[in-house]
């Protein structure tokens, strides 16, 4: 039997970029979201986390950068109308096309991007590890030591944790290569530093 290759999905329009394996609490009050989450936990399924492109996060459907994250719901707390949400993101989707219903939820057709390769961390990035060891440290967890030699991983960490503008997050989830990636971030940095955006460290060259 053939395996399908499209998978609908919610989709969650926000002013955020939402990276594989980032952590996101959410508050949820609008119906149409009330309704989504519930159907998620009732069915074991996640939802897309879309960069919004036009529109509001409230309120009539925003239009959406069609790459997405899928994100799966891993706690949950109900308070009396509201429920307070943390997701974890999966993967990589792109959204093909999509339809709104009448309470304006978004439901998106999409595929998953492939996985990228595992990829070691080339010499002029292991500086990069020092930043994302201080940055957990800064949040008192400590780093997967494995994880911190996975080009991925690290890209994926301070995409989603350096003060860059939406487009520019956006721009580096949609990369496909994480050498490629972690060199734009290198300029990125040195680039928040010169600005004082970030404090300068003298581990990064």
């Known amino acids: ?35 989504m989450v519930a159907e998620c936990l009732k069915h074991d399924r996640g939802f897309i986390v879309c960069l919004i492109s036009n529109g509001r996060e409230a309120g009539q459907a925003a239009s959406f950068n069609t790459i997405g994250t899928l994100v799966k719901i891993i706690d949950w707390d109900d308070r009396g109308g ?82 860059l503008s939406p487009a520019r997050k956006q721009w580096l989830l949609e990369l496909t290569n994480p050498t490629l990636r972690l060199n734009a971030l290198v300029e990125d940095i040195k680039e928040l530093r010169a600005d004082g955006k970030i404090s300068d460290d003298p581990n990064l060259q």
């Not at 970029?17 to 609490?25: C, E, S």
């Not at 800064?138 to 911190?148: I, N």
């Open 1 to 35: 039997m053939t395996q399908p290759t499209h998978f609908k999905f919610p989709v969650f329009p926000l002013n955020t970029v939402m990276f594989p394996g980032a952590f996101l609490p959410l508050r949820i009050f609008e119906p149409r979201y009330l309704r």
């Open 82 to 163: 509201m429920l307070q949400i943390t997701c974890e993101g999966d993967r990589r989707l792109q959204v093909l096309n999509s339809g709104i219903s009448n309470d304006q939820l978004i439901t998106g057709e999409a595929v998953y991007l492939e996985r990228e390769p595992t990829t070691g961390l080339a010499e002029l990035h292991q500086p990069l590890v020092n930043i994302i060891a201080e940055l957990f440290h800064q949040h008192e967890v400590e780093a997967d030591p494995d994880l911190l030699t996975n080009a991925s991983w690290v890209g994926f960490r301070l995409a989603e944790s350096l003060p």
